[in-house]
Structures are given as structure tokens and as C-alpha cells.
T-cell receptor, first 117, second 115 residues
Framework: DAGITQSPRHKVTETGTPVTLRCHQT?????MYWYRQDPGHGLRLIHY???????DKGEVSDGYSVSRSKTEDFLLTLESATSSQTSVYFC????????????????FGPGTRLTVL | AQKITQTQPGMFVQEKEAVTLDCTYD???????LFWYKQPSSGEMIFLIY??????QNATEGRYSLNFQKARKSANLVISASQLGDSAMYFC????????????FGQGTRLTINP
């Protein structure tokens, strides 16, 4: 158990509304990631963070923004949700190799199912 | 750029048989890591096994082993003595070992274990 929680776990919203998803970790991991999972595409990286206030774009970042004001929290915001953003969103953590045992690995949160009507 | 190809969208196996899930990859990174994850119907992503490109031996974790053939750019997952609980989606993923360690996933293989 990597101590990762996501909230909310399920959300239904309407097109054009802002949505924020939260990822919270309890073990002081440096790296955090947001992925989306869609049928036929596996998981794709949206944004990631390599420290407080340090973030960068992933493969599918258009329409999303992130913030990390504290080590333990990584927020994903959809400024104006669209139906194409209906997906399952996963948060993940990792540590750079060599710091702790087993840290070459990304561990995932339970996921958030988002439906945009 | 990195890419993972999983050519088996679905597989059906009898309980207690061994099963091999295929994964081929492409990368320009000189050093990289390969991962397998399991996603049961409940939806969580469960880490199974990791193989570093520099590792001389194939990785093993209990009933899971990774058949790593670097020259062929393949990293197949082998599950020995399959169980009903092994029924799930399985994803292969790759990342470089420098920088942010972003994972690139394949599309997955749905494994069904029949009693």
C-alpha cells in the first residue's frame, strides 16, 4: 500500500463546468503523476510533478492544468469539462531509483471515474 | 520516444496452465525499465514485476516471471500455474531511467482463466 488516495472516486458533471480531482499521498514521495485510461488506449500521461510547484506536461495535457502546493497533494483541474474528458483518472507516485528499496516502481491510486454529460 | 505493443487483445487459458502475455517495445533510451501491471475488474492498477534493461537475469516474483529478450525488444510476462484470480487486464509499460521516469503503456491484454 503506497498510501495514495484520490477524491472524489466518482463524479458526474456537465459540459463546461470546472472540475478538480485530488490526489493525496502520505509517504512524502517526490514524483507524482496523473494518467487517464480510455478503452483502446491503455493509460496515458496527462501531467506530472517532480516537486512542490514543479510540474510538466505529459502526452495528453490539452484541457488540463495541475498544481502542487504541498508535497502530499497533486490537483488535476479541468477548467471547462468536455465530453471527451470522460475517463478514468489515475494518480501515481514514484521515487527516483536508488533512494529506497523498490523505488523504481510507480504505484497507483484507486482511480476516479469522471463522466461529463 | 517510447512505444509498447501488446498484440493479444484477449487470451483464454485453462486453470493451472502456464500463460505467456506478449509485449514488444521500442525506445531510443540506452537505459530503460519495463513493467507489468494487473488490473482486475475492480479497477485498481497492481504492480507485478519490473525488469531493468541492464539486468543480466530475468526478473521473477512468485508465479510471475519476465522473459526479457533485449535483442528482440520483447518483455513477455509468464504466469505459472494460472488461477481463477488471475483473470484481469494486463498492461506492459516502459520508461527511461533518466529524468521524470514517465511510463508509456501498451493497450493491454485481457486474460480469462477458465475453470
Amino acid at each position: 500500500d503506497a498510501g495514495i488516495t484520490q477524491s472524489p472516486r466518482h463524479k458526474v458533471t456537465e459540459t463546461g463546468t470546472p472540475v478538480t480531482l485530488r490526489c493525496h499521498q502520505t509517504e512524502n514521495h517526490r514524483y507524482m503523476y496523473w494518467y487517464r485510461q480510455d478503452p483502446g488506449h491503455g493509460l496515458r500521461l496527462i501531467h506530472y510533478s517532480y516537486g512542490v510547484k514543479d510540474t510538466d506536461k505529459g502526452e495528453v495535457s490539452d484541457g488540463y492544468s495541475v498544481s502542487r502546493s504541498k508535497t502530499e497533494d497533486f490537483l488535476l483541474t479541468l477548467e471547462s469539462a468536455t465530453s471527451s474528458q470522460t475517463s478514468v483518472y489515475f494518480c501515481a507516485i514514484s521515487e527516483p531509483a536508488g533512494h529506497l528499496k523498490g523505488t523504481d516502481t510507480q504505484y497507483f491510486g484507486p482511480g476516479t471515474r469522471l463522466t461529463v454529460l | 520516444a517510447q512505444k509498447i505493443t501488446q498484440t493479444q487483445p484477449g487470451m483464454f487459458v485453462q486453470e493451472k496452465e502456464a500463460v505467456t502475455l506478449d509485449c514488444t517495445y521500442d525506445t531510443s533510451d540506452p537505459s530503460y525499465g519495463l513493467f507489468w501491471y494487473k488490473q482486475p475488474s475492480s479497477g485498481e492498477m497492481i504492480f507485478l514485476i519490473y525488469q531493468g534493461s541492464y539486468d543480466q537475469q530475468n526478473a521473477t516474483e512468485g508465479r510471475y516471471s519476465l522473459n526479457f529478450q533485449k535483442a528482440r525488444k520483447s518483455a513477455n510476462l509468464v504466469i505459472s500455474a494460472s488461477q481463477l484470480g488471475d483473470s484481469a487486464m494486463y498492461f506492459c509499460a516502459i520508461r527511461g531511467l533518466q529524468g521524470a521516469q514517465k511510463l508509456v503503456f501498451g493497450q493491454g491484454t485481457r486474460l480469462t482463466i477458465n475453470p
